[in-house]
């Protein structure tokens, strides 16, 4: 069995991103399971395209996408991605998107297939501060999020996808008084409880 991970590239500033710091350190194989890393392009041009291409390549049994959200201090296992494009900042491109749909034909939104509350609930009972969320915002994560699921949906995949956001690094939030982090060993672990629950699911 394939899970795919991904993670993003720094973006708004940030020399790192704890997302693909995270996912790099992944073990490439948990019990029956491989998993597969991603590096994704933080732009509303190749996000979606870069993560389809390895499903369609690798044919995963699911997908656990990973992203910042700078200010959570949780993981935040994300249950909806809508289709709406809407941000203050351009992507690492310099695109700016407002009020634009991600797909022109598409739902307003979609569910993760990923069972958003036993996930929770697994990390919670091993010590992980962790809640489900019900917006992973209008970036290019949620960009990536509605993308993916659409062309699951689409091509009507037996792939599973979920969105997992985690918080800053310790070292981002030097300068920035009162906001939340978390360390870099504690998403690892996090994000192989998570791979660890998705990979149970998906048995047969």
Known sequence: MT???T???PFGGEAINPSWEAVRRLNGDMGDAHIERVLVPMTYADSIGTVTEAIDRLHPAAVVMVG???GRAELSIERVAVNCDDAQAPDNAGVLREDAPIAAEGPTAYLATLPVKQIVAGLRSAGFPAA???TAGLFVCNHLFYGVLDHIITHNLETRAGFVHVPFLPEQ???KPGTPSMSLAMIVAGI???VAI???NARP
């Open 198 to 200: 998705v990979t149970s």
């Open 68 to 70: 910042q959200a700078g």
């Open 7 to 9: 993670g993003f590239e």
């Open 3 to 5: 899970i795919l991970v």
């Open 173 to 175: 939030v030097v300068g």
């Open 192 to 194: 192989d409880g998570i």
């Open 132 to 134: 489900v969320s019900n």
